[in-house]
């Protein structure tokens, strides 16, 4: 028994510091020299500070910003640390009234007509409730409202908007996507 016993101990101790302590700090070490933006959470400085990250959606709900998806994280929504979607199925009454009252909500807030179409990114939460980008279709509908609330015109907005809309991934996946935070970071940035 001893004869096996030794050896096993031996192997398990390589194993532990190959597997638990060698590895994991070859992937960190690798990560941040080769992705040192995103390695750290993409996160997104505005004057020397840490205004958000790119890869998770945050609550803006004034007038002035576009506004992201809406979001099933944590009690508030946008809650990085209770990532989740609503788990609610389509055939569930809760989401089909609460898709309603969000697509009612949309169209005041953007003065659009009671029968015009609302982007299903802009009624529904993301399966992780904190996606960071919203549709084309989503944001132009928006260009509107944060003109008038900006006091600019709405082709300066409409221009903004096209520069930061991100090609679809890998120029042929999914489509054409806008990063609310990055949009609404250029904004701030007029003058």
Request: a positive charge; zero cysteines.
């Amino acid at each position: 028994m001893r004869r096996q016993l030794l050896p096993a101990i031996r192997i398990l101790a390589v194993l532990t510091v190959v597997t638990g302590l060698l590895y994991p700090l070859a992937v960190f070490a690798i990560g941040h020299v080769a992705f040192s933006d995103r390695a750290d959470g993409s996160l997104v400085r505005r004057d020397g500070r840490v205004v958000g990250s790119s890869l998770l959606a945050q609550a803006f709900t004034t007038a002035r910003y576009f506004h992201p998806r809406p979001s099933a994280a944590g009690t508030g929504g946008y809650d990085g640390t209770a990532s989740g979607a609503s788990n609610l199925g389509p055939s569930n009454p809760a989401l089909t009234t609460a898709v309603r009252a969000r697509a009612a909500r949309y169209r005041t807030e953007n003065g659009l007509a009671r029968t015009t179409m609302v982007p299903v990114d802009a009624v529904t939460a993301s399966g992780s409730g904190l996606d960071p980008d919203i549709s084309v279709a989503n944001a132009r509908l928006q260009v509107a409202r944060v003109a008038r609330a900006r006091g600019l015109p709405e082709q300066r907005v409409r221009l903004l908007l096209d520069a930061h809309t991100n090609g679809r991934p890998l120029g042929f996946l999914g489509e054409a996507t806008v990063n609310v935070l990055d949009l609404n970071l250029a904004l701030d940035r007029l003058r």
